[in-house]
Nanobody, 123 residues
């Protein structure tokens, strides 16, 4: 059973930075991806960023390109999301995920979800 443990959420003013971490246990897949989804109050859960374990290729939703950077450790069991130039609209619960397939942004591609970590950006 895969378990995902997120950390690093918090409250920052607009323009600030945060770094989220997600450590996976029981995860040995060499294919597929790890990454982050988020859900703001009253909105649909959306894919934010993923990194494919084998290739290292990264993908981002348009609204965070140039501001967020996803990376993984050498063991490929921990992923990080460096978030900079944060905006109030980035406020959401951020969920670490693992999944497979090319449609990473689709919830149906997700195999496992973490419990979530709250990010709050004040204006």
């Amino acid at each position: 059973q895969v378990q995902l443990a997120e950390s690093g959420g918090g409250s920052v003013p607009a323009g600030g930075s945060l770094r989220l971490s997600c450590a996976a246990s029981g995860y040995t897949r060499s294919t597929g991806f790890m990454g982050w989804f988020r859900q703001a109050p009253g909105k649909e859960r959306e894919g934010v960023a993923v990194i494919y374990s084998a290739s290292g290729n990264t993908y981002y939703t348009d609204s965070v390109k140039g501001r967020f950077t996803i990376s993984q450790d050498n063991a490929k069991t921990t992923v990080y999301l460096q978030m900079s130039s944060l905006k109030p609209e980035d406020t959401a619960m951020y969920y670490c995920v693992t999944g497979r397939g090319s449609a990473w942004y689709v919830r149906g591609s997700i195999d496992y979800w973490g419990q979530g970590t709250q990010v709050t950006v004040s204006s």
